[in-house]
């Protein structure tokens, strides 16, 4: 009895060891299998220092003149997003990588959209987005994600380029047109492994509306499910897709985890930021960085708005030429520069607002 359970642990654990990597089962909603355990579960996680989501500092990212624009191919072509899924984790939608690439954007090559899938919380009102600017989380998230094509030096399939979009609670209803087609199809596809074709008139470029594509933050990072691998090309677009409240809340009250009667509705989808380790984020937007001698423009009053003075220095040390100021409000006027240090050497110096 006692040798016949030794064994069975022994060959039960030798099971979970060897299957480990292929049948993974990670989860959002309890902590045994939420992104707590990730790094346990996730072998290629373990060690990572190239982790995604992350927080996007804007004072930190670098303007990069090689990150020109994108060029978009099929993504204004009806018929190619095929099949909607619920896959107990997300909702992800299967796109005609045939059809569907991305090039430029200081991308290595061309890169075929294969899926893309949501991130959310709980609600329009609760953010859901895994990536951040300044701290800021939007209601929901999008991923596309595009393999490398095979080309010339480019191994196939290894290189994994992600475009995500912010998806911002508007408070209208219905709106745009185009979430309320795609998001009708959530009823059909309540329980987990359940999906759908969309047969619906509906392209890409009307999912994305309203987001100036020329401007995003791009980064190296990872999957951010298990097995979270690396060497993700990341591209983080800056405006948000506006989406009515009542669209985003549908994602939290149809779709299930899994196909049990109790079965949880499926929220809270993301995963939380990650250390950023040293990474630089880029951006074609010019104006992310600032640099310049800092000086009050007025010394009697109790805010002063800081002008730059320089746009050839590196670093600016801020010196107050009062000390009734309480509050400094600094605003860039050149959108050449890159840095600024900020030392406030006074103390009644008690706000520095960027
Ligand atoms: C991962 O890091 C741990 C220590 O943090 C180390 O013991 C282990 O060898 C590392 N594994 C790999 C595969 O690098
Ligand atoms: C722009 O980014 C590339 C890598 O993508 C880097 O090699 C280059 O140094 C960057 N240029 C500047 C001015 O930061
Ligand atoms: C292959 O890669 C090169 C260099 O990155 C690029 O200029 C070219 O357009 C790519 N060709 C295809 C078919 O993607
Ligand atoms: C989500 O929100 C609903 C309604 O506000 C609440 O009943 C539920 O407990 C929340 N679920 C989670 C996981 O926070
Ligand atoms: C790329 O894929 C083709 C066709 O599947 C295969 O013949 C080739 O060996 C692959 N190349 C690499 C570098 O994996
Ligand atoms: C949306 O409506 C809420 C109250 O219903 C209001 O507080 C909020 O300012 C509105 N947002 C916008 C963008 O109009």
Known sequence: MVNVFITCLAACLLHMLHSAPNSISWCYHKASCSDIVWHIIAEKD??????????????????NTTLTPFTFTGYNEDATLTEIT??????????????????GGGLPGLFASTQFHFHWGNGSATPGSGHSVNGKRYSMELHIVSKAEHNGSLP?????????????????????????????????????????????????????????????YRYLGSLTTPNCDEGVIWTIFKDPIKVSQDLIDLFTTTVYINKNSNS???????????????????SPIVGTKITGL?????????????????????????????????????????????????????????????
């Open 46 to 63: 373990r060690n990572g220092t190239q982790q995604s989501p992350i927080d996007i500092v804007t004072t930190d990212v670098h303007t």
């Open 86 to 103: 619920n896959t107990g984790t997300t909702i992800q939608v299967t796109l005609d990588h045939k059809k569907m690439h991305v090039e």
């Open 156 to 216: 196939n399939d290894s290189i994994l380029a992600a475009f995500g979009f912010f998806i911002e609670a508007s408070n209208d209803t219905g709106k745009p047109e185009s979430w309320k087609l795609l998001m009708s199809y959530l009823t059909e596809i309540a329980s987990a492994g359940d999906k759908t074709r969309v047969s619906d008139k509906l392209t890409m470029d009307d999912l994305l509306s309203g987001v100036d594509r020329t401007k995003y």
């Open 264 to 282: 949880p509705l499926m929220t809270n989808t993301f995963r939380g930021v990650q250390p950023i380790n040293g990474r630089i984020v880029r």
């Open 294 to 354: 800092l000086m009050p423009t007025s010394p009697t009053t109790t805010t002063a708005i800081l002008k730059l003075t320089s746009t050839t220095k590196t670093t600016a040390i801020l010196k107050p030429t009062s000390t009734t100021k309480t509050t400094a409000i600094l605003k860039p006027t050149s959108t050449t520069k890159t840095t600024a240090i900020l030392k406030p050497t006074s103390t009644t110096f008690s706000s520095v607002s960027l």
